[in-house]
């Protein structure tokens, strides 16, 4: 019988806790090698051990050998360890002599100084003796195995040395005896070898056998299964697929495609036929349109509509900033003929206008109107009784009447107007836009774009603040109202109902009309184009309704006329009819969007032209093509919009992207043009030199330069001196501007200049190309 130890193992191996149950082994086989080695280590390490002075039997010896592979030393350190008290083994650390100690104990050692000083700062490592724990292990059921490192690979070597031995030594095997042995019996020499029996040491001893890697053992079989039983048939209670079904769980890609669901499974029956089969509604209209104009050969339609095409492209060709074919629209076009309708309806129609509230802040000027939509019947007493509770909860109760134009909540918060509020009303004759600006130094800008969409000013001054308000934006709106062109103007002197020391000084209001008056005369107004009433908006006299013939505002009724027939008696005539023929012009006050029916819309004064749903128009300075899909006027729908109109239109086909306020809507045919300079006839405000201003043209504000002081002209435009070093206040000259953007802009337009917070000189454009 021969074992073969030069076993090597696969440290990887993965096996199951079972192999730590070790078989029975009758003969543990030891080679005549594995026997020459137990005789020739088994004096060395009971030199060792003498020397220690522990005692160790021969089998003890040999099993530990075996165990470590025939290491000495760490055969000698176990049964040293094994065979020393834990007390013992300290006393004896201390007085060990290094030679004594093998390799083994001196790395112990170390490591174990190390991990001593590494923790010597630690004040739960200093235990007193007395206070340590121990772990005391219990005592096994089953006799434990003696050797160190009883792991189950140690096992599985084991296991492999008996087969590989069994199968090697072609001896008899002798049977195994029932019952299991103890693994240190498995792993013991034979049972003939007597303990204490010394091998003879050999001269020269021999070297430690080599550990050899083993082919790794092939996985075990899985256990084939039986075969399963049959299950017993059981009814498909399922329901068929549907068409729907069969449509959804069939792949072309599967090769076989189950019955698709056609059009004709989905509605029935009654489609007989392919519903897209032949030509469509909206081609069956086309061709009858085409046949009726003689065009039913396709090859002409074509050609006409490529001619059409050349013929719109011809017609855009006007300069660098031509652009692009308009887009069709997708809106049907009536293809209405508005001037010729708006001439022939100008008898059923009521004159309109819209007017821009100007003045100092805090002069009243929402609050009037407040008062003047609610007496028009175009507010409801509940509503302003609505907005009194919010303002009397917010601590602004005078300010009810004004949040009926004050509709933003900061504007509500702050009882300032910041811009421009825009409402209709409409007395019997006339249908009114308000435009009402605000009065706060910080919003000029906001108010010179609503003056510019207005026909004429209502100036709001507080009768007892003229002086505040001269000096303020009493004065400036004045001038940007005349800037702007505007000729009309209806002065309100208001909060006649505060006047001190009594309410309603007739004396007042005449020295404040006389100061203002002049202003006016001074700033441009012609006289006539001025109209002065005495009235209050937050108690109402005189806004509407004339005061009552008691009261202390009796004297009105007699000498004026209410704010609102003033309004009326100030309507200009309309624009003439030619205006409405001239290519389209719209600038954007404002851009709506988010509609679900109207998804962009944008509204300003129509100053040139007229708009139909369907037209093509143009955005500039995007260079946008967009289509009309509806227009508005006075918030309600309309079929056109005409030049002189505040009117909103629904826009299609563009990008909103490509609108802002500011732009100007016009004819794709005869677009405006897009310039950064031009040439101004600007009258001076301030002294003006080559400097930075703000270009106000209309709603648009951009950052620009007087890049060029070109003449001094006088009132009827001739040259007084040609580049003058400095333009002075109340000089007019002509001027090269530049600004900082592209700006969609026509000669005569009106145009201010800003510096500072301050206007510093207004005029009107004399030629685009500078
Ligand atoms: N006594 C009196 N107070 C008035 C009258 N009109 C307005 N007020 C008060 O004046 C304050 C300002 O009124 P607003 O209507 O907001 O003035 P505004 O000119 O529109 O102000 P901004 O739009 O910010 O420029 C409020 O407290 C009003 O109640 C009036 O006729 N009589």
Not at 639 to 648: E, L, R, S
Request: charged share 25%; glycine share 8%.
């Amino acid at each position: 019988m021969q074992r073969v130890k030069n076993l090597g193992y696969d440290e990887d191996e993965p096996y199951d806790d079972e192999d730590d149950v070790y078989e029975e082994e009758a003969d543990p086989g030891y080679t005549a090698e594995d026997k020459d080695n137990f005789a020739a280590l088994t004096p060395v390490v009971r030199a060792e051990l003498e020397e220690a002075g522990v005692q160790a039997s021969d089998k003890d010896i040999g099993d530990s050998l075996w165990h470590y592979y025939w290491d000495v030393d760490k055969s000698a350190s176990y049964l040293k360890n094994s065979r020393t008290p834990r007390t013992q083994q300290q006393g004896a650390k201390k007085e060990d002599k290094p030679k004594a100690k093998s390799k083994f104990d001196e790395a112990a050692q170390k490591s174990a100084e190390k991990a001593a000083d590494w923790f010597r700062d630690v004040p739960w490592t200093h235990i007193p003796p007395e206070m340590e724990g121990r772990i005391v292990p219990e005592e096994p059921a089953m006799p434990m195995p003696k050797l160190l490192g009883g792991s189950s690979k140690l096992a599985k070597l084991a296991e492999e040395r008996r087969e590989k031995a069994a199968a090697a030594a072609n001896v008899a095997q002798i049977p195994a005896p029932n019952g299991v042995l103890s693994s240190l019996d498995r792993l013991s020499k034979p049972q003939d070898t007597k303990e204490n029996d010394t091998p003879q040491p050999k001269a020269e001893p021999k070297k430690y056998p080599i550990r050899k890697k083993r082919e790794p053992t092939p996985p075990p079989k899985e256990p084939t299964p039986p075969p399963p039983e049959p299950e017993e048939e059981k009814p498909d209670l399922r329901a068929s697929p549907t068409g729907f079904g069969r449509t959804l769980a069939s792949s072309q890609l599967s090769g076989h495609r189950a019955a698709s669901m056609t059009l004709k499974d989905m509605l029935g029956s009654e489609i007989t036929e392919d519903p897209f089969k032949g030509p469509s509604p909206d081609d069956t209209v086309l061709r009858a349109q085409q046949h009726s104009k003689g065009l039913t050969n396709t090859s002409k339609t074509k050609q006409s509509s490529t001619n059409g095409l050349a013929k719109k492209t011809e017609a855009l060709k006007l300069g660098e900033n031509t652009p692009s074919a308009p887009a069709q629209p997708k809106v049907r076009s009536r293809g209405l003929d508005v001037p010729k309708l708006w001439a022939e309806e100008k008898s059923k129609r009521k004159a309109s206008a819209a007017f821009v509230v100007i003045g100092h802040v805090d002069h009243g000027k929402s609050t009037l109107m407040g008062r003047l939509l609610l007496d028009a019947g175009a507010v409801s007493q509940r509503d302003v009784d609505r907005y009194q509770k919010q303002a009397t909860e917010l601590g602004k109760s005078s300010f009810a009447l004004a949040w009926v134009m004050d509709t933003g909540t900061e504007e509500r918060e702050r009882g300032v107007t910041v811009d421009i509020a825009q409402h209709h009303f409409s007395t019997d004759s006339v249908a009114f836009t308000i435009l009402d600006a605000p009065g706060h130094r910080d919003f000029v800008p906001n108010m010179i774009g609503g003056a510019s969409m207005a026909d004429l000013a209502v100036l709001v001054v507080d009768a007892n603040q003229l002086e505040s308000g001269m000096k303020g934006q009493t004065r400036e709106h004045v001038l940007l109202a005349k800037a702007v062109g505007l000729k009309r103007i209806v002065v309100a002197v208001n909060k006649l109902d505060s006047t001190a020391p009594n309410a309603w000084s007739q004396d007042m209001f005449q020295e404040v009309k006389g100061n203002v008056v002049k202003f006016l005369g001074e700033s441009g107004f012609a006289k006539e184009d001025v109209m002065v009433v005495p009235c209050s908006g937050l108690s109402g006299e005189n806004v509407a309704k004339a005061p009552e013939a008691s009261g202390p505002a009796a004297w009105v009724a007699e000498t004026d006329l209410t704010l609102l027939k003033a309004l009326e008696q100030s309507v200009p005539s309309e624009v003439s009819g030619d205006a409405l023929k001239r290519p389209l012009r719209m600038q954007v006050a404002d851009v709506f969007r988010g509609g679900i029916t109207n998804p962009l819309s944008v509204s300003g004064r129509m100053t040139a032209g007229n708009a139909q749903a369907a037209d093509a128009v143009l955005v500039q300075p995007s260079g946008e093509t967009a289509a009309v899909r509806g227009v508005e006027v006075n918030g309600e729908p309309r079929d056109y919009a005409v030049a002189g109109q505040i009117c909103t239109l629904h826009l299609t086909d563009i990008d909103p992207i490509h609108i802002r306020s500011g732009d100007v809507v016009c004819s794709a045919a005869q677009p405006v043009s897009v310039v950064t300079s031009f040439l101004a006839k600007i009258e001076a405000l301030d002294s003006l030199l080559p400097q930075s201003v703000d270009v106000h043209l209309g709603r648009l504000h951009v950052a620009g330069n007087i890049s060029q002081l070109v003449a001094t002209v006088d009132t009827k435009g001739e040259t007084l001196k040609k580049k003058p070093r400095m333009v002075k206040a109340g000089q007019t000259a002509l001027l090269k501007v530049t600004v900082e953007d592209d700006v969609p802009v026509e000669d005569g337009e009106t145009v201010v200049l800003r510096a500072q917070g301050g206007t510093v000189g207004f005029g009107t454009i004399e030629r685009t190309s500078a």
